[in-house]
């Protein structure tokens, strides 16, 4: 989703400004835009598209060693260079790129547009820019904070005034923002993806901070004027590495990254002497797990998947009744939210707005959210204050691989711990964290010698119409999550269903040669989902089958057999989940799509 960086320093703004756009692309956007300060007026480029467009646009010496960019995800208007930030005043010596959305943009835009003000933009930005420059009598974090107390909705903005070289005026709420220190220079950006090859060095803004940042750092206050200070924290060495080594995508880095992440998420964790697991960010005693009276699991995309089997583990395996639930239908439905209650906010990014809004209506409402969350520092952790991460390192492409299994991967450890205390005697919960303990191995070697059938399934899936994915219980959640993959980097049109449900409708759609995904594992449902593939098959049907190693049946009633490690029930998930991200992966490939950046979505969707 949108991105903002900024500089501030010695050198020319330009190349530094392109490189942190660059680093952000991964977030997905549609246009891309400058501005620097030039003499006594900002000067400003944008363009629609890709970063290079806008690189190729910028003249070779565009002055200016102040400066700030965006990358924009349309909301309110659309793709086009008027619309892209930053936006000029109507004098062009005030600059804006804004994250967010303007909830009251409409009511402003008018009354701005009483005072004379000709808007050059579609965008709920622009009003910003108006109102800043409206208010500024000389000092910009005055006209700044002015502005933004008319403002209702979500913000990160930077602001450069002609009047102020080597003056950044950064604000936060509700849309993340970092400051970085370096040796002459300071930095900012929306994500420390952007600044993490130029300092490790950084103050993460909270909601209604302002900060004024020059080349020799930073003051920070809040909307209402009071003075504040923030911690420095200092970023890990993982932040750095946002290449994509010898891969030709970072999908594919980070498919085959998996053992290692996994291995990493459960490091330490899982505690065979005790049969138990350890998550220290989770710092609950037995007595408060023992009254725990139910889990609620809230997570969007690929991390909803992910929390339908830790409310599926935390129910079989710990007998605590548990749900699953999608952020955004979570926080405006009014829940009921009892003393004892626990939940579980389960995001990659840390900053999906949906997500961030159901942990504060968990809060306002007494409960008790605890993070399940791969960015270090990222909005969601800090509102949670406590919980697990997840430990994928950074997840570039858009669509969710590796945090996905390591979602799983948390969520079966926290199920584990609380099993423990409630339901599981040394010997059972040995046994589970034992098998826990083996699956990044079996998902390495099972990655190095990944079966020619994935490219029979490939095959297939392309030159359908339309892809059915079915599955029960946990492998449902793996044939919505196969589902999301296809659609999101293939643009296959898609379904998922939990398999017994087809007969009630969905199998009017099947006719000759419908490609049908089924995951079925060696389970309990093993024998009533092989019913449905026979239901499929007579119809027409061509059915790739993801089965357990070993299982003849499975394999004979395929058209296209994929064999996966043996594993249980609840642990399935993480194996049966590598074909079908190899299944998105190559039938993007095979489409020529465009595998990191899919058109339209966003890696981190910061906007409701
Ligand atoms: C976006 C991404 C998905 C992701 C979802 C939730 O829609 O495109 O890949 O699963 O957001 O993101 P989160 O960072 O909260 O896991």
Excluded at 23 to 29: P, S
Excluded at 125 to 140: A, M, N
Excluded at 344 to 373: M, Y
Excluded at 382 to 406: D, L, M, N, Q, W
């Amino acid at each position: 989703m949108c991105g903002i960086v900024g500089y501030v320093g010695e050198k020319r703004a330009t190349p530094l400004l392109l490189d942190g756009l660059r680093r952000l692309e991964y977030r997905g956007y549609d246009s891309a835009g400058v501005a620097t300060l030039d003499q006594d007026r900002v000067q400003v480029v944008r363009r629609v598209g890709f970063v290079q467009n806008l690189a190729a646009a910028i003249p070779a010496d565009m002055p200016g060693h102040t400066g700030i960019g965006h990358t924009r995800w349309a909301t309110h208007g659309g793709v086009t260079e008027q619309n892209a930030h930053p936006h000029a005043d109507s004098t062009n010596r005030i600059a804006l790129a804004h994250n967010g959305i303007i909830e009251n943009h409409a009511v402003l835009r008018a009354r701005l547009e009483d005072d004379g003000i000709v808007f050059r933009s579609e965008t709920d930005t622009e009003v910003l820019v108006h109102l800043v420059s409206k208010f500024y009598t000389g000092d910009p974090v005055d006209a700044v904070r002015k502005a933004l107390l008319l403002v209702q909705g979500t913000y990160g903005i930077a602001v450069i005034f002609a009047a102020h070289p080597g003056l950044i005026v950064a604000a936060r709420n509700g849309s993340p923002l970092v400051v970085g220190k370096g040796d002459g220079e300071s930095f900012l950006a929306s994500d420390p993806h952007a600044l993490a090859a130029y300092t490790r060095q950084v103050v993460y803004l909270e909601d209604r901070d302002i900060a004024r940042i020059d080349q020799e750092g930073w003051t920070l206050s809040r909307l209402d004027g009071s003075d504040v200070s923030r911690v420095v924290e200092v970023l890990g060495e993982e932040w750095a590495d946002d290449g994509r080594g010898d891969y030709s995508h970072h999908m594919l880095k980070e498919i085959r990254e998996q053992p290692e992440s996994l291995a990493r998420c459960l490091r330490g964790r899982v505690v065979p002497e005790s049969g138990g697991a350890r998550l220290g960010g989770l710092d609950m005693d037995p007595r408060e797990i023992a009254h725990i009276q139910r889990v609620g699991v809230l997570g969007c995309g690929t991390s909803f998947h992910a929390s339908l089997v830790g409310a599926a583990a935390m129910e079989s395996l710990a007998r605590i009744p548990a749900f699953a639930e999608i952020s955004s239908e979570f926080r405006y439905r009014n829940p009921v939210i009892g003393r004892d209650d626990m939940f579980f906010a389960v995001s990659q990014s840390g900053e999906t707005a949906d997500t961030l809004g159901a942990v504060r209506e968990v809060q306002v409402k007494g409960g008790r959210i605890f993070g399940v969350v791969n960015v270090v520092g990222s909005s969601i952790a800090r509102t949670c204050g406590k919980g697990v991460y997840v430990h994928s390192g950074p997840e570039i492409a858009v669509a969710s691989t590796k945090a996905f299994t390591s979602q799983v991967a948390a969520l079966l450890v926290a199920a584990l711990s609380f099993a423990r205390t409630r339901t599981l005697g040394p010997h059972e919960g040995k046994a589970f964290g034992d098998e826990l303990l083996a699956v990044p191995s079996a998902v390495g070697e099972w990655l190095e010698s990944e079966p020619p059938s994935v490219m029979d399934a490939v095959e297939l899936v392309t030159k359908g119409r339309f892809v059915f994915f079915l599955g029960r219980g946990v492998s449902h959640a793996v044939a919505l999550e196969g589902a999301l993959k296809l659609k999101e980097i293939a643009y296959v049109p898609c379904m998922a269903y939990p398999a017994a449900e087809m007969k009630h409708g969905p199998i009017a759609l099947i006719d000759h040669n419908t490609p049908v995904v089924v995951i079925v594992p060696d389970d309990v449902m093993r024998d009533k989902t092989l019913s449905t593939i026979a239901e499929v098959k007579a119809r027409g049907a061509r059915v790739v089958v993801v089965h357990s190693a070993g299982d003849m049946h499975a394999a004979r009633v395929a058209d296209i057999s994929i064999p996966v490690p043996r594993a249980s029930t609840l642990l399935s998930p993480l194996l049966t989940a590598l074909p079908l991200q190899l299944l998105a992966y190559r039938s993007g490939l095979a489409l020529g799509r465009d595998i990191d950046r899919p058109r339209n979505l966003a890696k981190s969707v910061t906007v409701e």
